[in-house]
């Protein structure tokens, strides 16, 4: 292989066909960025998901003097009906842990909760319900649990953050696929418009190719210019596109996003320099295999 | 040679068959003419030599090679072996006669050193010593077309095919560019050369292959352009 020929052929290439170089590496780095911020967004929602199920519980709200409802029918729960409850929460498989909260914990929570206002001189401890705390092993499978001790006497209420928080991840999940679906698209858009790039070098370069057919160089040899030329462009482009991700991650989420919305913890640079090596990798394949599948149409013996 | 058994090449836009049923042989170191009124297949008949074309029916040989077992990829093998002109010179206007040359083998991954050794002795032989660092454009048609003779003959072809090579050359011209062919004849290369020109052909007499629809009208050895003309 003469190094020296495919080197200047690749120069020569790219300085002849300056500007479509030039919106090839722009093609590319959108659509490294695009698939980079697919990527952060999936583990985005991801780490948020994990962050929630994690804190996901169960509440046992237990009957106090003022309650009213089926289960409240003796008043205040007993010593013995709390022993039951417990009992039955500790047995069950899918619990992991019991936690109790008795009215002055409470009372402790809910004035720190309202700290500023004056709540917290109106209501009085025995107002507030005891609890058990429950944390599930399965954050899926709360249904067992609820319905095993919510019919129990001295049980006032059973609620479950799963309820509350699955609007959450509905749109967590949608945004996951949205950002997959934007990956597909902008992925597919890139090859052709690669593709479209290379045809025109192609296009451009007919004499050459054509004399180099004739003289008998190899398919490998007529079609290596190109290809690594579409790889350079690729590897430009792909740089670019990262840097525009780090840009992004911090100017967006690290400078306002995760300062105001502390809720979940926020990708970050290392997250990005984690997916640098697979973007770098996939805008040079991707160009290489826009090309390489372009050439063989165009170019063929 | 080149051995066509009963080739018949329809294009598939066409419905009047380009070849049709052809069968010709032709052998080592021969200087073949090949005649006939425009579209009765002569560059077809040399674009299937070449395999730029398949025929639609019929079998091919050419330099020991069956092209119709012949797999893609050795396609461009037997195109080393095989130098071709056309009347349209198909030179790089941006390279010099030098590199124009030289690009035909670096293409096929020739090495520096062979390179600057052939590409001189091959513009000796076309007379051309002395203008390697000229530009296509700065040259007369005949040069430019001797530049493409030498590009088609430097890496000592078995064959060398050339398409009307002195068609857009004045008569003069072309008189140069055929004892130049005759030579490369000479060295053992086989020629097919399709041409127009009447008084050519009836200088050289050569074998002279006349077509006409396709088809096989004459085949005479120390031929003329044509009885009838
Ligand atoms: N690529 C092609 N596609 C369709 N038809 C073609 C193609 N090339 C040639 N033909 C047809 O095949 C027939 C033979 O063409 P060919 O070029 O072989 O003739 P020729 O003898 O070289 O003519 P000329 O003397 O004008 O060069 C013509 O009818 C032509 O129109
Ligand atoms: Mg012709």
Redesign the interface.
């Known amino acids: 292989?003469?190094f020296q020929?495919v080197l200047s052929e690749i120069t020569t290439g790219l300085r002849r066909n300056l500007t479509m170089t030039i919106a090839l590496v722009i093609v590319v780095a959108i659509s490294i960025a695009m698939l980079g911020a697919g990527l952060l967004i999936r583990s985005q929602a991801d780490t948020t998901k994990g962050y929630w199920y994690d804190r996901i519980e169960i509440s046992v709200f237990m009957c106090n003097e003022y309650s009213t409802g089926a289960g409240c029918a003796d008043g205040a729960v007993t010593d013995a009906q709390r022993d039951v409850i417990r009992q039955t929460l500790e047995s069950h498989p899918e619990v992991d842990e019991v936690f109790y909260e008795n009215q002055e914990q409470a009372f402790e929570r809910f004035s720190e909760q309202f700290d500023d206002s004056d709540i917290g001189g109106i209501i009085t401890p025995d107002q507030l319900p005891e609890s058990f705390r429950v944390a599930l092993q399965d954050p899926e499978e709360y249904d067992g649990v609820v319905s095993a001790v919510s019919g129990l006497p001295g049980v006032q209420e059973v609620t479950d953050q799963r309820q509350l928080l699955e609007p959450l991840f509905r749109t967590l999940d949608g945004f996951q696929l949205v950002a997959f679906a934007i990956t597909v698209i902008q992925i597919v858009a890139a090859v052709l418009l690669i593709g479209n790039t290379i045809r025109l070098a192609a296009f451009n370069r007919r004499?050459?190719t054509?004399?180099?057919?004739?003289?008998?160089?190899?398919?490998f040899?007529?079609q290596l210019p190109f290809i690594l030329e579409a790889a350079i462009a690729g590897l430009l482009g792909s740089v670019l596109g990262v840097i525009a991700l780090f840009a992004g991650v911090e100017l967006i989420v690290g400078r306002f996003i995760a300062p105001n919305l502390q809720f979940t913890s926020w990708v970050d640079s290392a997250d990005v320099w984690a997916a640098t090596p697979w973007l770098l990798v996939a805008g040079v394949l991707f160009s290489m295999l826009a090309s390489f599948i372009t050439l063989r149409r165009y170019l063929r013996? | 040679m080149i051995l066509f058994d009963n080739v018949s090449k329809l294009y598939p836009t066409q419905n009047q068959a380009a070849l049709d049923s052809l069968s010709l042989e032709i052998e080592k170191g021969e200087f073949v003419f090949l005649v006939g009124p425009s579209g009765s297949g002569k560059s077809t008949f040399l674009r299937l030599t070449?395999?730029e074309e398949k025929p639609t029916a019929g079998r091919i040989r050419v330099a020991g090679k069956d092209l119709h077992r012949l797999s893609?990829?050795k396609?461009?093998?037997?195109?080393?072996?095989?130098g071709?002109v056309f009347q349209d010179f198909?030179l790089?206007p941006n390279k010099t006669v030098f590199e124009n040359i030289a690009?035909?083998l670096?293409?096929?991954?020739?090495?520096?050193r062979q390179i600057n050794r052939d590409v001189p002795a091959v513009l000796e032989l076309v007379g051309l010593d002395g203008k390697e660092d000229r530009l296509p454009d700065q040259l007369s048609g005949g040069e430019q077309q001797r530049v493409a003779v030498a590009?088609a003959f430097v890496?000592r072809p078995l064959i060398l095919l050339a398409d009307e090579p002195t068609g857009n050359l004045d008569p003069g011209t072309s008189v140069g560019i055929m004892k130049l062919l005759d030579r490369i004849n000479r060295t053992g290369t086989t020629v097919v050369m399709a041409t127009h020109d009447q008084s050519i052909v009836d200088q050289m007499r050569k074998r002279v292959i006349e077509l006409e629809h396709g088809k096989l009208v004459r085949d005479q050895s120390r031929g003329v352009y044509g009885y009838t003309r």
Request: glycine content about 6%; aromatic content about 10%.
């Open positions: 292989m003469r020929y004499r050459e054509g004399i180099m057919r004739l003289v008998g160089a190899s398919n040899y007529i013996v | 070449l395999r893609n990829w396609v461009p093998h037997l195109r080393r072996r095989i071709t198909r790089l690009f035909a670096q293409v096929i991954g020739k090495p520096r590009r890496n």
